[in-house]
């Protein structure tokens, strides 16, 4: 049986993956803070800032690295940077979660797989390098997935939505800003599959259609709560600005594409 490690699995998308992919693997992961898994034999301590992967990897020997870090970007780069060498060296690879905002200084269209990456944010950058140090590998070494926003019914945004309508606090929104969007659990369908295919390379995972920010929340609270919400909009720019990625060239099967109505019917309480 093939073996997984999940670094940040205890975080909201590393659980995620953690419980779509146990049954099936032998999946193991990391946590820091999240004092619950002290006791679980497949989850290990780490504390990206102090190191430790060395002695993590050489009693895990894992045949495919997830990597769903959260933590200090200057930590995150050099942990990826060990990780590059190691796969580089051993019979592993690499699948690293990265992020729509590797695109967020071209405004005016939807970005695909292989199109050049530039950001003017602090976070697009930082996951830039990392995508950089993984295209370094051998193709069949790497598997990078561009994540738009991903919602779920306990996700942190999903749950800072609730927490505004019960309080009656605004929510913030981007009325001219264009997305795509995913959830938790159709996103961990999709890594399965890329997991079991074998699939290398670069993956958009997102909703196929686009919605801009605003109506996508203002639809979600309106089946999930059956009221209006109270909203601070936030404009960016003066015309339409797309943060959205599509797949064009690496598609995954029709019943493993959703659209952004599939991921609102995912949030729905009813």
């Not at 975080?11 to 999946?27: D, H, R």
Request: glycine share 4%; aromatic share 12%.
């Amino acid at each position: 049986m093939k073996s997984i490690l999940i670094l940040g699995a205890s975080g909201f998308i590393g659980n995620a993956l953690y419980k779509e992919l146990a049954p099936y693997y032998k999946t193991y992961g990391t946590y820091h803070s999240s004092e619950e898994y002290k006791k679980n034999n497949h989850f290990f301590y780490y504390d990206i800032e102090k190191g430790g992967l060395n002695s993590l990897l050489n009693e895990i020997k894992p045949k495919l690295i997830i990597s769903a870090l959260r933590g200090d970007f200057n930590a995150q780069v050099e942990a990826h940077r060990f990780l590059t060498d190691y796969i580089r060296t051993h019979d592993c690879r690499m699948m690293f979660l990265s992020s729509a905002n590797v695109f967020d200084s071209f405004r005016h269209y939807p970005s695909y797989e292989y199109d050049k990456t530039l950001s003017e944010s602090v976070y697009g950058h930082f996951k830039i390098k990392i995508e950089n140090q993984l295209l370094h590998l051998a193709v069949g070494k790497y598997v990078i997935i561009r994540l738009p926003m991903i919602f779920g019914i306990n996700a942190p945004r999903t749950l800072e939505i609730d927490a505004a309508i019960k309080n009656d606090t605004s929510i913030e929104v981007f009325p001219n800003t264009i997305v795509n969007v995913n959830s938790d659990v159709r996103l961990s369908q999709q890594i399965h599959y890329l997991i079991n295919h074998k699939k290398t390379g670069i993956f958009h995972l997102g909703s196929t259609d686009l919605i801009s920010h605003f109506d996508f929340i203002r639809t979600l609270i309106e089946r999930r709560h059956n009221t209006s919400g109270i909203y601070k909009q936030v404009f960016t720019s003066n015309t339409m600005r797309y943060l959205a990625t599509l797949p064009k060239e690496n598609k995954l099967p029709h019943h493993l594409q959703p659209s952004y109505t599939d991921i609102l019917d995912d949030l729905s309480l009813r």
